[in-house]
């Protein structure tokens, strides 16, 4: 005869030993879940160090403070010429040489061709310009001795940072001439900010991101405005429109598949169509746009339906119970209540396209471009393809600019993260 009291199955020893086993699996599962979220965290942790400790130093810069001779007859000005010609007098003059000479009398000792190019190289190759552009700005400078901080060479730069030692290119003559100009403060380490306000370069210390972050800017712009109004209108017609047949399994299945496709094979449809066949300009934010909707769209279109999908029928019964036609009973009723997660999906989806760089190279977007774009139209690189353009660069200056870059890319991806998580608790809706 069994005992038949309640819960005196559970007290069996049997059971017990049963019940143990399961709890201590269940302990064991979430050790293993633990240690799988540590391993992420730790993971994410060493990246995001070392990318910021080498990124750190794009962000500052050694610049070196010179006397430079601006008078006339070192910039080569005519005595009696009119204004017009003075004004282009002063952008034909030669301020390389003028910063040279400023270098140079420094250290009257050193001869030598070699020697004094050595010295001149302290200099970045771009001072002169800079020094050009002040000059614009501050023409009361004509006719005097001025100093003026200019930027030094990468070289100097990493030198200071510790980055290089005297083997290579930077004798021990450079370091010499550097430690002189230190003791006389004429170096100092100052904020970068060419690094945030001026296009690409080919020298490292003048490098910066602008260029590529207006050019992402527009290439997003073009997207939105692509991705957004054709991505909901499909997801609305194919959710609630659209008559369950085998033509509409075909289309649903195909988003699909597409949101599954490589980045790369957009790149190549772009190329084949917005580049070949419709002729569009090449290394153009227009075209970047275009390429980057079409692998945009199909994530779009899935995250719409499913918002949609979430919104209860009865509401869609009790606006029919009023008398609201379907039209009515979507645009007044199911799509103010979806919107919050068609949002969210959608700020999802261009995080995701501002990170791509596959599709942009196919379309030409990987050129050098200096200038900073100023339309849809104009030549444009993207903030990811300067990545890759300077990670693929020999100069050793160029790394910390790669990880500078880095970090202002996941400035930008955390940001739009965050803003679509602060969006979904905001105005989502609990049934």
Request: include cysteine; charged fraction near 20%.
């Amino acid at each position: 005869m069994t005992d038949e009291r309640p819960g005196a199955r559970w007290a069996s020893p049997d059971m017990q030993k049963h019940l143990a086993k399961r709890h201590r699996a269940e302990k064991r599962f979430q050790r293993l879940g633990r240690l799988a979220i540590a391993l992420g965290v730790a993971s994410l942790g060493v990246l995001l160090v070392s990318i910021g400790v080498r990124g750190v130093g794009a962000f500052v810069c050694t610049e070196i403070r010179l006397d430079v001779d601006l008078s006339e007859q070192a910039l080569g000005l005519p005595a009696d010429a009119s204004a017009d010609e003075r004004d282009a007098a002063l952008d034909r003059a030669d301020y390389r040489g003028v910063v040279r000479d400023a270098l140079r009398a420094l250290f009257p000792e050193v001869s030598g061709r070699s020697d004094l190019r050595g010295l001149g190289a302290l200099v970045s190759r771009g001072a002169g310009h800079e020094l050009r552009e002040r000059v614009r700005v501050n023409p009361d400078w004509i006719g005097r001795t001025v100093a003026v901080w200019l930027p030094a060479d990468d070289e100097v730069d990493l030198l200071r940072k510790g980055e290089i030692s005297g083997a290579g290119r930077f004798s021990e003559k450079k370091i010499a001439w550097t430690e002189a100009l230190s003791e006389q403060g004429r170096l100092r380490t100052a904020f970068n900010s060419r690094f945030l306000t001026t296009g690409d370069s080919r020298e490292p210390e003048l490098a910066g991101i602008w260029g590529a972050v207006v050019g992402s800017a527009l290439t997003l712009a073009v997207t939105l405005a692509l991705v957004f109004p054709l991505g909901v209108s499909a997801a609305i017609y194919l959710e609630e429109f659209a008559p369950k047949s085998r033509w509409t399994d075909l289309i649903e299945v195909n988003i699909n598949n597409l949101a599954a496709v490589p980045s790369i094979v957009f790149g190549l449809l772009g190329l084949a169509v917005f580049l070949g066949a419709a002729g569009l300009p090449r290394s153009a934010p227009l075209v970047g746009g275009l390429t980057l909707a079409l692998m945009t769209l199909p994530t779009i279109i899935i995250t719409g339906r499913v918002s949609i999908q979430a919104v209860p029928p009865s509401i869609r019964e009790a606006a029919k119970g009023l008398g609201a036609s379907p039209l009515q009973v979507v645009v007044h009723h199911v799509l103010p209540l979806a919107m919050p997660g068609i949002l969210t999906g959608t700020i999802i989806g261009m995080a995701r396209a501002l990170g791509e760089t596959a599709p942009l190279l196919m379309i030409g977007m990987v050129a050098f471009v200096v200038d900073v774009p100023r339309g849809f139209s104009d030549a444009a690189t993207a903030l990811p393809v300067q990545i890759y353009l300077w990670a693929d660069s020999p100069e050793r200056a160029f790394v910390e600019k790669t990880s500078g870059a880095i970090l202002v890319l996941l400035m930008f991806l955390i940001l739009m993260n965050g803003v679509a998580i602060a969006m979904r608790r905001r105005f989502e809706k609990r049934w």
